[in-house]
């Protein structure tokens, strides 16, 4: 990277001079600041393709060379060596714990897992056939009916036990929801599992008998929550930040990147694969799904596929395509969609369309495989992506919440409307 330390930009007679700033890792940004009252001009740059909303240690991701780091440590030796518990450690505080410090943080992220009996009751409004990512939005939002004695965000305490009741509740919301789905009665978390085996026990033990977990499965799920927890700037959490700009309280902010996750062109993406799978059928059919992609009348996409930041193999799907075959041997699951998605993969990676654009699968193409062979329900993806993120979410919250440099978010636009006119009565139009 060039050592700029300033860029200079001529609007006809005036230029202004401005200062460049360097990171850690990545790429040097122009800090245009003083951009508007010297030229009165603004930028734009629709989607923030190349515009830095704010300064962060948390996650670096290189695009072009397919990296991950979560704090500086690669998301490959993560995922070998790490646990999800340990990895949302690691997001919100900076550093691995010791043995000491992980003792703590588990014993305490468990005995913050149950719900307010009262939560029951906003489930029952729900209809059974609810998306469970309706019921989550709705569900982590109202939260803060239940702590407004513990949101004074000016006490870090109080900030750091909202993290703690996030990591620890969201996971036994999303069972609830899935539980209501089915018509189940809610199981409550067992403070005496680990945090991926309390979430599997409390979506998938009937009271009649206890749940026979298979380590693969919780292992599987632990792998790919790791892999979910965080990923920079990406749309939920710069909406997590936008909303944290106002002094919102951590449950909104929570709930709003719940909200944006749902998305089909963001976390939905997961569900939408297996779906596009599914319709897709099987390997004969894949030439004609490419086809379609590249048809820009037609609005499809293969989802699953591209993205914004890299232009390589999303590190993150090379690390689950490795794992689905494992799994699904392991679990004796033979799923004809595996072959639809790897014929599907083999013909995009070698299609002009694809390679030009740089499209390659990304971490929901092979995801939704692994969760159909766990036994989750296509509607419950984007919630798996949900209890992940919300690790990355509370990180980049308690970050802002200390960044002397935070200020509230307030993008400009351009004016596309009428120039100003005068009101006509309605017998004059
Ligand atoms: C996630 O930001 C993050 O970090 C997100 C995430 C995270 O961990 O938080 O990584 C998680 O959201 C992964 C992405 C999941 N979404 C999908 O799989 C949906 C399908 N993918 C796309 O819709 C798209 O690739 C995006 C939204 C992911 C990225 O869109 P961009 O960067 O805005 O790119 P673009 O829409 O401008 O596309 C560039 C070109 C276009 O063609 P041209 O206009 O240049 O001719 O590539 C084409 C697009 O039409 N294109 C695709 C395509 N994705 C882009 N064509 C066919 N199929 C696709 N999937």
Redesign the pocket.
Known sequence: MSELDQATLTAGEKSVVMPVLKPTLGNSCVDISKLTKETGLFTYDS?Y?ATASCKSAVTY?DGDAGVLLYRGYPIEQLAKNSSFLEVAYLLMNGELPTADEFAKFDHEVAHHTMMHEAFKNFLGGFRHDAHPMAMMVGMVGSMAAFYHNTLDLEDPEQRRLAAIRLIAKVPTIAAACYRYSIGWPVRFPRNNHAYVDRFLHMMFEVPSEPLDLNPVAAKALDLLFIL?AD??Q????STVRMVGSTGANPYACVAAGVAALWG????G?NE??LKMLAEIGKPESVSSAIDK??D?ESGF?????????YKNF?PRAKIIREMTHEVLAELGVNDPMLEVALRLEEAALKDD??VQ?K?YP????YSGIIYKALNIPTEMFTVMFAIA?TAGWVAHWLEQQVDPEAKIGRPRQIYTGYAERDYKGIDQR
């Open positions: 989607g393709t991701i979910h990923h920079e990406n749309a939920s959490t089909p062109a963001h976390g993406a939408a694969v992609a590249k820009k996409r293969l989802m699953g596929f591209g993205h914004r930041v999303d369309y694809f654009r499209l990304n971490v929901d193409f993120r």
